[in-house]
């Protein structure tokens, strides 16, 4: 399955972070209410397996869980070909069009 958000296609929604390759990208932490999917946060990484397994992220996960009422999980774009710079600026373009801050979630397609 796919979710855009934004410009950009991302796989997932995942459950597990051995269901995404070790590979650098953007991720999403979503929460899924029935059909209706809303952005909680957005960032990059160098390895999206190893972030979506660390401390940070579960911490995140139990701060979401507390306001997400559905399901939460993470989405991926893969970004092998891309340096932490250009990610970092197509994660700030991301969030320009979707018009919100770093820390106001959003509606995903």
């Known amino acids: 399955m796919s979710i855009i958000i934004g410009r950009l296609e991302f796989e997932g929604p995942f459950s ?3 269901d995404i ?3 650098s990208g953007i991720y999403g932490i979503i929460c899924q209410v029935g059909e209706e999917y809303e952005l909680l ?3 990059e990484t160098h390895c999206l397996r190893d972030c979506l397994e660390s401390n940070e992220y579960t911490d995140n996960t139990q701060f979401y869980s507390e306001t997400c009422k559905g ?3 993470a989405v991926v774009h ?3 070909d891309l340096s932490a710079a250009e990610r970092v600026e197509i994660k700030q373009e991301l969030l320009a069009e979707l018009n ?3 820390a106001e979630p959003g509606l995903v397609h």
């Open 16 to 18: 597990d972070p051995q």
């Open 41 to 43: 946060d957005l960032d």
């Open 100 to 102: 919100q801050p770093d």
């Open 71 to 73: 399901r939460l999980s």
């Open 78 to 80: 893969y970004t092998h």
């Open 21 to 23: 390759r070790p590979e």
